[in-house]
């Protein structure tokens, strides 16, 4: 069974990643060394150890070493590949389906980081073993807009401005925009930050029941479970903030790529569109 279906890598991710790639660079005119591995193959190594969460020795073989699986890694890091392809994916799905922008929805979520690592800490949820927080946005629908990491013993609230910071790059919002928060960022502090930025708190609040079927929360947490059916990040061992990043961007592809493919799914056709809606 593959890692991800066809109709994910085949038509979009992998056409669009491939014109991303840097140049690749010559062989020696002498010919007197191994040739390139196909940057195809390394691309199916890194969907692989994404979604099973494996070693990199544990799906190396005699196509392609786990050294060259890591060197690839960085240099596709370096050239800024998968940040450029989030980027892409998400013009795409503004302009094809659209984003609610109306109502936003922030969250943490804390995952293992047994490595520990720049980005590992005690965590407060799994008896001080080390772990990663992300914190996330999205829109009213659960698609990602952007997402920060912290060590996992740091508080939501103070994350929330730099969670934030990272929409800046959709550019203009609308006029009235409402951020969904749970009681842990229930604070003046956090509503005086949305305040200055123009933005509508909508805190649950301490001591007060909030069922989250009741509320419009559920989306973030249906998107931070998205993340954690790709076990790299459940089970993250990298050390790097900017490797974690680029797992954190990979999956975030995957999960809009595949949002928008079932939302075009009703209002458009294309060759190679599944018969079935995803």
């Not at 050294?67 to 892409?88: C, F, K, N, P, Y």
């Not at 919002?173 to 928060?181: A, D, G, Q, T, Y």
């Not at 749970?182 to 949305?194: C, H, I, P």
Request: with cysteine; glycine share 6%; hydrophobic share 35%.
């Amino acid at each position: 069974m593959p890692a991800l279906k066809p109709y994910l890598i085949e038509p979009i991710f992998w056409e669009q990643l491939r014109a991303l790639l840097p140049e690749r660079k010559a062989n020696h005119p002498l010919g007197c060394h191994r040739h390139r591995i196909s940057e195809r193959v390394v691309f199916e190594k890194l969907v692989q150890v994404l979604v099973f969460g494996c070693a990199y020795e544990r799906i190396a073989d005699e196509c392609c070493s786990a050294t060259t699986v890591r060197r690839r890694r960085d240099e596709w890091i370096e050239a800024g590949v998968m940040e450029t392809l989030r980027e892409i994916v998400l013009e795409t799905y503004e302009r094809l389906i659209g984003l609610e922008l109306a109502d936003l929805v922030v969250d943490g979520c804390i995952t293992k980081a047994p490595c520990g690592g720049q980005k590992g800490a005690r965590s407060p949820v799994d008896r001080g073993k080390q772990g990663i927080k992300r914190s996330t946005a999205v829109d009213a629908k659960g698609i990602p807009l952007g997402t920060i990491t912290a060590p996992a013993n740091r508080h939501d609230s103070p994350l929330l401005d730099e969670t934030l910071d990272a929409l800046e790059a959709l550019g203009p919002m609308p006029k009235r925009v409402s951020v969904h928060l749970d009681r842990g960022y229930d604070s003046q502090s956090t509503r005086k930050r949305l305040e200055d930025r123009g933005l509508e708190a909508v805190i649950s609040e301490k001591g007060k029941p909030a069922p989250l079927q009741a509320t419009k929360r559920w989306v973030v947490e249906r998107t931070n479970s998205w993340n954690n059916a790709h076990k790299k990040l459940v089970w993250c061992t990298e050390r790097r903030d900017r490797v974690i990043g680029f797992w954190i961007a990979f999956s975030e592809v995957v999960i809009i790529v595949r949002r928008l493919i079932r939302e075009a799914w009703t209002h458009y056709r294309w060759e190679g569109r599944p018969f079935r809606r995803p």
